[in-house]
Every structure is written in structure tokens, then in C-alpha cells.
């Protein structure tokens, strides 16, 4: 079982030493937040301990440094190094990626870093709303592979973390599939990067909710891993057939990550938790500068 032990934040990245990480995963850089990562781990770290891994939908595998990998073949190419301390950047990460290193790093302890940004890459938008130019392309929302919950038709709970891009919800509201949610709740990340940016997000995926199914806004603490697992945690206990989608903030995908490969096994046909994801590709720039950094120390017990 993958828990969150400590949480660690800083209001710069400069602190933050990386040369001691015997393994550091990160995805491609896409703005200014993750090229300075990059920057980082090209000078901390070694080319061995380094490297980048990205979900491909095409090939339906993990490629790391372009190289297509299954999940089984991951675990031994790693296995041999014997590595005592691991770090995900869960800032260029995204779910796929967090999912199948979760699963291939079972009985390591992981640190994740995720840097938050000065601001977002704002969107023109003919309705008045706050939306934001985060995404150039999406998918359909599907399962992961290994990891999809095949609901026969049952009605389910959908729980979904809401960030900047109301589309994403709209598009998975509008799904054939959508007929088969018996109940709806998003989630909304408090306190937001920006005092006050919550009301964005609420605003903007709001009308999504009105020709719901008993819709439901919930609140979660926005950068503690630790209560927003034990949040999913508990909704998850009062929704025994529980799908999430994870499009809020990156400590909510993360957790969601955790909890899937947590729980995933022990799904049964009437007591289950599945995700499902529209594999976004990022819009380039999508954000600028950098905020406050954070350290989260998992460990597995």
C-alpha cells in the first residue's frame, strides 16, 4: 500500500537538491516550469539516474527515452540498479505515466515533486468565461490499460477534480457512457494557486452541471496529498462503484494515481473504483513562471 508519510514546501525550487536520487522520472518540458526541471536534473543528475517516460495511446505502452516498454519489462530493466531513493516529477508526469511508475515501483519508497505556476496561459473566449489555453489535443475519455473497470452497464459514481478547462468535463459528461453515472460530483481544489481562483474553476465547469444527475460540488485541500487521498478515500467508502477522472490540479491526479493502483486489485463486481482519462496533449507554454514547490515522501507498507 503506497501512503503519503510527509509533505514538504518551499516557496522556491532553488532549495530543492536532486543529485541524491538514485532514479528521477520526468515527462517532456512544455513551459517554463518544466524546463527548468529539466535544467535542474541535467545538472544534478547523472544521464543513468535520468530519465524521460511518456504514455503513448498509440502504441498502448510506456516509452522511455522513445524506447516502447511494458510494464513487466520496466520493473527489470530497473530492478538490477538497486535503487534506494526515487523521485517522480509529477509536474510534467501526467496520469498514465503516474499510474504505471506507481505500479512497477511497489515496495519503494518514491519522493514526488510538483512545482505549481505564476500563472496560466489565458484563452479568448466569446462567453465570458475564465478559460484557459492548457490543452492542443484530447482523446476519448478510456481506461488504462491493465487498469480498466469494465462496468456492464451498471450505474456508477463519477468523482471528478475540476480545474481551468471546462471542455474536458463537458466532453465526458456528453459521452454515451455518461447515461450510466448515477451520481455526479466534482471536486474543487481550495486554497487555489491564486487567492481566489477556485471561483474560476467553478464558474467555468458550473453549466456542466445543471442537466446532471444529482449533482454535487465537493471542496478538497488543493496541495495536501495526504487529505486528498484520504478524501477519495472516503467518498470511495460511500460510492462502492466509483469512477474518477482526474482533471483538476496535479496533487489530485496524484492522488488518484496512488488510489488506483492501491485498490485496484481488490475490485470486485459489486464493489469497485476505476479512472478514466482523455489523454490531453499540452499546449506548449502553457503556463509561466513558477510558484511554491513541494516535496511529498510516499512510502510502501
Known amino acids: 500500500m503506497i501512503s503519503v508519510k510527509r509533505i514538504f514546501a518551499f516557496d522556491a525550487f532553488e532549495p530543492i537538491e536532486l543529485s541524491s536520487y538514485d532514479l ?11 524546463k527548468i526541471i529539466s535544467s535542474k536534473i541535467a545538472k544534478q543528475c ?27 519489462e520496466i520493473k527489470n530493466k530497473f530492478s538490477s540498479a538497486s535503487p534506494v531513493s526515487i523521485l517522480f516529477d509529477a509536474t510534467s508526469l501526467d496520469f498514465p505515466e503516474l499510474v504505471y511508475l506507481f505500479d512497477c515501483f511497489k515496495g519503494y519508497d518514491i ?6 505556476p505564476a500563472e496560466y496561459l489565458k484563452k479568448q473566449s466569446d462567453i465570458g468565461e475564465y478559460n484557459f489555453d492548457l490543452t492542443s489535443k484530447q482523446s476519448r475519455f478510456t ?13 456508477v459514481s463519477l468523482v471528478a477534480p475540476l480545474g481551468f478547462e471546462p471542455m474536458r468535463l463537458g466532453q465526458l459528461l456528453n459521452t454515451d457512457e455518461s447515461k450510466q453515472y448515477h451520481s455526479i460530483s466534482g471536486m474543487v481544489g481550495v486554497p487555489a ?3 481566489g481562483w477556485e471561483n474560476r474553476s467553478i464558474k467555468s465547469n458550473l453549466r456542466h452541471f445543471v442537466s446532471s444527475q444529482s449533482p454535487e460540488l465537493l471542496i478538497y485541500p488543493s496541495t495536501n496529498l495526504y487529505q486528498i487521498y484520504k478524501q477519495i478515500e472516503d467518498i470511495s467508502a460511500a460510492y462502492p462503484k466509483l469512477l474518477l477522472a482526474p482533471l483538476g490540479t496535479k496533487p489530485s491526479t496524484v ?5 488506483i493502483v ?8 459489486h464493489n469497485f473504483v476505476g479512472a478514466v482519462y482523455d489523454f ?10 513558477i510558484g511554491k514547490a513541494y516535496i511529498y515522501k510516499t512510502s510502501y507498507c
Do not use: C
Open 24 to 34: 528521477v522520472f520526468h515527462g517532456d518540458t512544455v513551459d517554463e516550469r518544466t
Open 262 to 269: 492501491n485498490k485496484f486489485s481488490s475490485n470486485s463486481r
Open 46 to 72: 547523472t544521464p543513468a539516474a535520468s530519465h524521460t517516460i511518456k504514455w503513448s495511446q498509440d502504441t498502448q505502452s510506456i516509452e522511455i527515452e522513445g524506447v516502447s516498454f511494458s510494464s513487466a
Open 111 to 116: 519522493d514526488i515533486l510538483y512545482l505549481e
Open 280 to 289: 490531453p496533449i499540452k499546449t506548449s507554454g502553457r503556463s509561466k513562471g
Open 143 to 155: 481506461g488504462l490499460r491493465n487498469f480498466t473497470v469494465h462496468t456492464g452497464g451498471t450505474a
Open 255 to 259: 492522488a488518484i494515481a496512488m488510489f
Open 193 to 195: 494557486y491564486k487567492p
